[in-house]
C-alpha cells in the first residue's frame, strides 16, 4: 500500500466531491491533510469528518485560488504552522457549459479565473517552498475534455488544455530541484457537476466509455495518490488518465 506518512498536503477545492474525494486518500495513507476552498467552512466540515473515520488527520484553510495574495498567505501559513508543504493538488475549478456562440465573457474570463489562473498561483506559492526543501509533488486536475473535446464545453476544455500545458512545462523547469509535476485527467465522473446531466445525455456519455460505467471519486483519488508517493518519482510531466477507455 501506498504511504505518506510525515508528509503534508493541500487539496484545493477540498471542501466537497473530488477534492473530498482525495483529501480521505491521502490522508488514509498517512498524510496530513488541509483541505482549501472558498466555500464555508461548514461545507468543508464533511470533509474533516470523512478523513478522520478513516483514521487521517485534515483541517480547513479558506483560500481563494484567483487571488495570488490570498493563495500566497494560505500556503505561507500552512507551511509555517505544519513546518513542511510536500504535495500540492491543484483541483479548484468551476464550469460553465454552453456553446461559444452563447458564452459570456463573464464566464470565459471566471472559468480561466479558477481553472488556470488558480492553479497558476497556488503553484508558484508552493514551489517557493518545495524549491528549498528540494523535493515536492504538483497534481493538476485536467479532464478528458483537454484532448478529446466536447460540444458545449469550448470554455471549460480551453482551461484544462492550457492545464496540461501548464504541468508540461513546470515539469521541465523545476524537475532539477526535485520537483514533479503531473496531471490527472479524469472523464465522466459521477460527482455533482454530472448527477444534473439530462438522461439522454449520460446515457450518450455511457457509449463512449469502454469500462461501461461511470467513474468514481475514488477512482480518480487513487490515480493522484499514486502519483503523490515515492513509488511515482520518476514520473514528471504526465497525464494520467483515468476514463475508463474513453480517450486512449
Do not use: W
Given at each position: 500500500m501506498f504511504r505518506l506518512d510525515g508528509k503534508v498536503a493541500i487539496v484545493t477545492g477540498g471542501f466537497r466531491g473530488l477534492g473530498r474525494a482525495m483529501a480521505v486518500s491521502l490522508a488514509k495513507s498517512g498524510a496530513h491533510v488541509v483541505a482549501a476552498d472558498v466555500l464555508p467552512e461548514d461545507?468543508?466540515?464533511?470533509t474533516v469528518k470523512a478523513v478522520e473515520d478513516v483514521g487521517g488527520k485534515?483541517?480547513?484553510?479558506?483560500?481563494?485560488?484567483?487571488?495570488?495574495?490570498?493563495a500566497d498567505e494560505a500556503i505561507r501559513d500552512v507551511h509555517k504552522r505544519l513546518g513542511r508543504l510536500d504535495i500540492l493538488v491543484n483541483n479548484a475549478g468551476i464550469a460553465r457549459d454552453n456553446l461559444l456562440l452563447r458564452v459570456s465573457d463573464d464566464d470565459i474570463q471566471k472559468t480561466f479565473a479558477v481553472n488556470v489562473t488558480g492553479a497558476i498561483n497556488?503553484?508558484?506559492?508552493?514551489?517557493?517552498?518545495?524549491?528549498?526543501?528540494?523535493?515536492?509533488?504538483?497534481?493538476?486536475?485536467?479532464?478528458?475534455?483537454?484532448?478529446?473535446?466536447?460540444?458545449?464545453?469550448?470554455?471549460?476544455?480551453?482551461?484544462?488544455?492550457?492545464l496540461i500545458g501548464l504541468t508540461k512545462t513546470l515539469a521541465r523547469e523545476y524537475a532539477s530541484r526535485g520537483i514533479t509535476v503531473n496531471a490527472v485527467a479524469p472523464g465522466?465522473?459521477?460527482?455533482?457537476?454530472?448527477?444534473n446531466l439530462p438522461a439522454d445525455a449520460k446515457k450518450y456519455m455511457l457509449e463512449q466509455i469502454p469500462l461501461g460505467r461511470m467513474g468514481q471519486p475514488d477512482d480518480v483519488a487513487a490515480a493522484v495518490l499514486?502519483?503523490?508517493?515515492?513509488?511515482?518519482?520518476?514520473?514528471?510531466?504526465?497525464?494520467?488518465?483515468?476514463?475508463?477507455?474513453?480517450?486512449?
Open positions: 461545507v468543508g466540515h464533511e485534515a483541517e480547513l484553510v479558506r483560500l481563494d485560488v484567483t487571488s495570488s495574495e490570498s497556488c503553484a508558484r506559492s508552493a514551489v517557493k517552498i518545495m524549491m528549498r526543501a528540494r523535493t515536492g509533488r504538483i497534481i493538476n486536475l485536467a479532464s478528458v475534455v483537454a484532448e478529446l473535446g466536447n460540444p458545449g464545453q469550448t470554455v471549460y476544455s480551453a482551461s484544462k488544455a492550457a465522466f465522473i459521477d460527482t455533482d457537476m454530472t448527477k499514486f502519483l503523490c508517493t515515492d513509488e511515482a518519482a520518476y514520473i514528471t510531466g504526465q497525464v494520467l488518465r483515468v476514463n475508463g477507455g474513453m480517450y486512449v
